[in-house]
């Protein structure tokens, strides 16, 4: 499963999460810290509109780089071309996001989805 956005809010509520994992009032059979974190870095999270370093630090604190595709929103109305720029730039250019990112994502989605890259005559 591909979450939106870098993850939207969930990695920033990562902490949250794993607190209430001991807490007595919640019910949480079976789940501990452990499994709370393995789900987390489970999913695969994209980068549409979301290459700046507020959204990929707290992305990189619950899953690693091999998890993160690229992701633009291309055809939403949110995505006009600047914003496509600017998203390429903030992810690639800039060099604010932790350095294993930009490497990584390049060529996750073709691991990802690799019959889309077949039907493109890459794979």
């Known amino acids: 499963m591909?979450?939106?956005h870098a993850g939207g809010a969930l990695p920033m509520l990562a902490g949250r999460l794993l607190t209430l994992?001991?807490?007595?009032?919640?019910p949480h059979d079976g789940v501990?810290?452990?499994s709370v974190r393995r789900g987390l870095r489970a999913f695969y999270y994209d980068t549409a509109i979301s290459g700046t370093?507020?959204?990929m630090g707290p992305l990189t604190g619950v899953t690693d780089t091999d998890h993160i595709v690229y992701g633009s929103d291309f055809g939403a109305p949110c995505a006009s071309?600047?914003?496509?720029?600017r998203t390429i730039?903030?992810?690639f250019g800039t060099g604010a996001v932790p350095g294993s990112v930009p490497p990584s994502v390049r060529g996750n989605g073709a691991?990802?989805?690799?019959?889309?890259?077949?039907r493109l005559g890459r794979g």
């Open 89 to 91: 730039e903030d992810l």
């Open 32 to 34: 501990d810290e452990e």
């Open 53 to 55: 370093a507020q959204a």
């Open 81 to 85: 071309a600047g914003v496509l720029e």
């Open 2 to 4: 591909v979450l939106a």
């Open 21 to 26: 994992c001991e807490a007595d009032w919640v």
């Open 111 to 118: 691991r990802v989805f690799p019959r889309v890259l077949a």
